[in-house]
């Protein structure tokens, strides 16, 4: 009897041994650290690392635990991470070995597609363990709680600031020039009956009695009158001769202007030796020797002896005599002038009256006096109308619809004005803008890509880096700007000052701007401020609560 309860005291105890080694026990949150904690997303994604221990004398000698990383969000539903293996020290395999006395530490990346519905979500940790053949069950523990979504509330800000708008080239006073060119024989300063009726001479004079008729619309400047004579021949001999040619010309310019009845001042001058327009000439001519003789004018300083050294080449000179020379032997007389278009109310009246009688110019700036969206929407449909062929008219409807939230009438119109023009910068920029609200980062990327020159570039490339996680990259691109988009770019480099400074720049508050300075405010750590703020910002938008309700809490929770 006492033989049978011996063996079965030996027996039990073996099954005690037995199964005690067959379990690994649970584990808790103190076992792990989440970076970040709470989590936040980053360019669509959100990434997390994980640092894990086991604690001594956890992980048994045949022992192999899989750790997988789950974000659990929106009652039931699930986002699974990159797993990692790790088996005990007896285990044949290629795993991370976990000691079974010491224990061990490790580390894992990983990250989830990011969807608006996990702002409320929990992170947890799931474990597929094995001690031998045998699995053993290791309950789930949870690590971290929410996402931080500050990075994807560009797709808020990009609407209230704005899309890129295609500027007017509407000047009111444009500088214009008028050229006549008057030749003279070689060694001469009279002035050939032929040469006063060449076209520059005769279009000259006809500018002259434009202006004089039409003194509201034309202000002349000056008249500028610019004689030369060719290089060849001594310095002395050309000094005199172009100065008679000057004395020649300013003459009859004084003629010209007592005869159209038009006062201004001659601006009169003289250049004896015109090496710089005989440079020029050489440079665009096919003479056989042109490389040598550029070459003697850049070895060769003195007047003269460039002129020795060009004689030396005789057949060279010929050609120069014949078909360079003649050319510098001259005077240029130029009509300085400015034309005056319409001012303001003009454009708004003729607006009024027949828009038809306006240039694409006209209309576009006549947009631009106008501080109401609808009248300015008006103006540029208008535009798009009378002048169906320029992309800029479309381009600014679809960026008045993007400011209304309306995406589907923006593309209808940005489509308008790539088939006007397929390289719009502005219109390929803000095809961008409506990609990057729509989620699709490549699509916007390569829209942006053909958007080169475009006005507000920097506006799209700065959304484009913030939605590709490059946020320092986003700061700089909004360098000077003060806009929403530019102090969330700031927010999310952590220059929180920068941000604060930004958004009491911006001219326009919104909701949205009150909403970024209670983040960058609460991130500061200024509670009172961002308290403050946010409920500025639930006044003027009470759609911001949903976005409220979860970063700003967590922000506090990270803290």
């Known amino acids: 009897m006492q033989k049978n309860v011996v063996l079965f005291m030996s027996a039990a105890a073996l099954l005690a041994l037995s199964s005690c080694s067959s379990k690994l026990g649970a584990l808790s949150a103190d076992n792990f650290s989440v970076n970040p904690n709470p989590l936040e997303t980053e360019a669509g994604k959100v990434p997390t690392t994980i640092n894990g221990k086991f604690p001594e004398k956890y992980m048994k000698k045949k022992a192999v635990v899989t750790v997988t990383p789950e974000l659990r969000y929106a009652d039931g539903k699930t986002a699974k991470g990159n797993g990692a293996t790790f088996q005990g020290e007896k285990v044949a395999g290629n795993n991370q070995t976990i000691q079974y006395k010491v224990g061990g530490n490790y580390t894992m990346n990983t990250s989830f597609d990011y969807l608006p519905e996990m702002q409320k979500s929990d992170l947890y940790l799931t474990f597929d363990a094995y001690v031998g053949k045998k699995k053993v069950n290791v309950p789930e523990v949870k690590v971290a709680t929410g996402v931080i979504s500050t990075s ?38 009279n002035l ?15 500018m002259l ?16 009158v610019a004689a030369y004579a060719s290089p060849e021949g001594g310095v002395k001999f050309n ?31 003289y250049t004896a030796q015109d090496w710089d327009g005989f440079q020029k000439l050489v440079a665009a001519s096919n003479l056989q020797d042109k490389d040598v003789i550029l070459r003697v004018l850049s070895m060769y300083q003195d007047p003269q002896e460039r002129e020795q050294q060009i004689r030396n080449m005789s057949a060279g000179f010929r050609e120069l005599a014949n078909g360079i020379l003649p050319e510098l032997r001259r005077s240029r007389l130029i009509i300085n002038y ?7 109310d003009q454009i708004k009246e003729q607006y009024n009256a027949d828009p038809t ?11 631009a006096l106008e501080d109401n969206a609808d009248k300015k929407e008006a103006i540029y449909k208008k535009t798009a109308e009378i002048y169906p062929n320029d992309n800029r008219a479309f381009n600014n409807v679809a960026a008045l619809e993007f400011a209304k939230g309306n995406n589907d009438a923006a593309k209808e119109y940005l489509a308008k004005a790539v088939n006007a023009k397929s390289d719009a910068a502005e219109a390929n920029a803000n095809k961008g803008l409506v990609a990057l609200l729509e989620g699709n980062t490549a699509e916007a990327q390569n829209h942006i890509a053909k958007a080169t020159g475009a006005n507000d570039l920097n506006k799209a490339l700065g959304a484009l880096n913030i939605a590709n996680g490059k946020y320092a990259q986003a700061e700089q691109n909004f360098n000077g700007v003060n806009s929403n988009t530019a102090a969330l770019a700031q927010i999310l480099n952590k220059n929180y000052a920068g941000a ?20 960058a405010n609460a991130r500061q750590g200024n509670n009172d401020a961002a308290s403050s703020y946010l409920k500025s910002a639930l006044q003027k938008d009470p759609s911001l609560a949903s976005y409220a309700a979860n970063d700003l809490e967590l922000i506090n929770v990270s803290k």
């Open 152 to 189: 994807e509330f560009y797709k808020k800000t990009l609407a209230s600031d704005g899309a890129c708008i295609a500027p007017d080239s509407f000047q009111r006073v444009k500088a214009q020039k008028q050229e006549a060119e008057i030749k003279f024989l070689i060694n001469q300063a």
């Open 209 to 224: 009695k434009k202006i004089n008729r039409d003194r509201e619309g034309l202000n002349i400047k000056n008249v500028e």
């Open 500 to 519: 604060i400074s930004t958004l009491n720049g911006v001219k326009n508050k919104t909701g949205v701007t009150d909403y970024l300075l209670a983040i």
């Open 192 to 206: 050939r009956r032929s040469e006063m009726k060449n076209n520059s001479v005769k279009e000259f004079v006809q």
């Open 357 to 367: 009688k306006l240039s694409a110019d006209e209309l576009l700036y006549a947009a």
């Open 239 to 269: 000094d005199k001769l172009a100065s008679k040619r000057q004395n020649t010309s300013e003459k009859y310019v004084k003629q010209t202007l007592k005869n159209t009845k038009v006062s201004t001042d001659i601006d009169a001058r």
């Open 338 to 344: 400015e034309t005056i278009g319409r001012s303001d």
